[in-house]
């Protein structure tokens, strides 16, 4: 991590506009000095495009303090890492853009101690960022490879709290059910019902839902029920496998 570290933070130091993040936020070191590249590049992420946009919960805004995007985005664009917007990670898949990542984990409205299901690994890094607050993280990511690569990258970060399993997320992850908060990262065109039935009473379930046109939904289960809230539009890569009217444990590559 530390050559990774050092790598990036070159990087940071000739591009522009990184630079005068990085410039912006060396007053904010915890110790009273000046942060290294890549913790000021992150500070002004979680700044400028996170809690200006009117995420205040400070959970979330210190997981997102804590996670090395970088290390989970490949290495030759490890440099746009804290930009504010998504990037390919392979596979035709993304990591999210910082903002969308914890908004999402601000709507599941963690404490702390909580059981969460993410379907959709992807790189890991919404997972890590939920491993930060939680007590267990189960994922499931449909694309192999990424599923492979995400479990190594965990494990070798610390993040033994975190579990990766390899398949279709639509029907969820019974074994371990009920589940706090379920996050799903990829947008299918309904709200897939085994997910809502995995859903403790009080728990919350944040995905994206719609075809052409996205809204990112909160759904919040009570004992009499489930309320929706629409919350933005977003923009999301399709879930993939049943969700798509596959067989059950299609959809694999």
């Known amino acids: 991590m530390e050559r990774a570290n050092r790598a990036l933070?070159?990087?940071?130091?000739?591009a522009a506009t990184l630079a005068s993040c990085a410039t912006s936020t060396q007053e904010a070191g915890r110790s009273g000095e000046p942060d290294d590249p890549v913790t000021a590049a992150r500070r002004a992420m979680v700044?400028?495009?996170?809690?200006?946009?009117?995420?205040?919960?400070?959970l979330v805004l210190?997981?997102?303090?804590?996670?090395?995007?970088?290390?989970?985005?490949?290495?030759?664009?490890?440099?746009?890492?804290?930009?504010?917007?998504?990037?390919?990670?392979?596979h035709g898949q993304t990591i999210s853009q910082p903002y969308i990542v914890a908004l999402m984990t601000e709507l599941a409205e963690l404490t702390g101690g909580e059981t969460v299901l993410?379907?959709?690994?992807?790189?890991?890094?919404?997972?890590?960022?939920?491993?930060?607050?939680?007590e267990r993280v189960f994922?499931?990511?449909?694309?192999?490879?990424?599923?492979?690569?995400?479990?190594?990258?965990?494990?070798?970060?610390?993040?033994?709290?975190?579990?990766?399993?390899y398949g279709d997320g639509y029907r969820g992850?019974?074994?371990?059910?009920?589940?706090?908060?379920?996050?799903?990262t990829a947008a299918p065109d309904h709200v897939p019902e085994p997910l809502i039935e995995q859903l403790a009473v009080g728990g919350r379930?944040?995905?994206p839902v719609g075809e052409h046109a996205q809204?990112?939904?909160q759904i919040t289960k009570s004992a009499s029920g489930v309320v929706r809230r629409d919350v933005i539009p977003v923009r999301f890569v399709p879930m993939t496998g049943e969700a798509e009217g596959k067989e059950p444990g299609g959809g694999r590559e």
């Open 9 to 14: 933070g070159a990087l940071l130091l000739t």
């Open 47 to 58: 700044d400028r495009q996170i809690r200006a946009r009117g995420v205040r919960d400070p």
């Open 62 to 90: 210190a997981a997102m303090e804590r996670v090395p995007r970088h290390l989970f985005v490949p290495e030759e664009i490890a440099a746009a890492a804290y930009g504010d917007h998504p990037l390919l990670i392979g």
């Open 118 to 134: 993410e379907v959709g690994t992807g790189s890991g890094y919404q997972a890590a960022v939920l491993a930060e607050i939680v």
């Open 139 to 165: 994922t499931i990511e449909i694309v192999e490879p990424l599923a492979a690569t995400a479990t190594e990258r965990l494990d070798r970060l610390g993040y033994d709290n975190v579990v990766v399993r």
């Open 173 to 184: 992850w019974p074994e371990h059910a009920p589940f706090d908060a379920i996050l799903v």
């Open 205 to 207: 379930l944040v995905l």
């Open 215 to 217: 809204d990112l939904v």
